[in-house]
């Protein structure tokens, strides 16, 4: 059993190494920007990314089963509506400002 459990380890961590990687390369330049909202939605994206790699090693690891792992995707979901709601709030100030 451990050398199953190693086995899978050691195929799982480049690939979630290098897709959170690339994940948190678009969230934290966000939380660099000055504004209230951008912060808010780069800390969303950070979380969904995050999140979503420890929901994907669970079902993997065989400690959740797919039918569960369904509806917590569902809610780390909702963390994107969350970012993309704070980016409609920045474009529109922008925008406001410059007309």
Sequence with gaps: MFMKENKLRQELVPILNHKLHH???FALPLYK???M???ISAIY?????ILTHILLIAVL???L???SAMLYGESIGLFIYIATICLF???RKIRTQES
Aim: proline share 0%; net charge positive; aromatic share 22%.
């Design 23 to 25: 994940f948190m390369k």
């Design 33 to 35: 920007l000055k504004t």
């Design 37 to 39: 909202s951008i912060r």
């Design 45 to 49: 994206f950070g979380l969904f990314g």
């Design 61 to 63: 690891a065989g400690n």
């Design 65 to 67: 089963s797919q039918s």
């Design 89 to 91: 709030i920045y474009f």
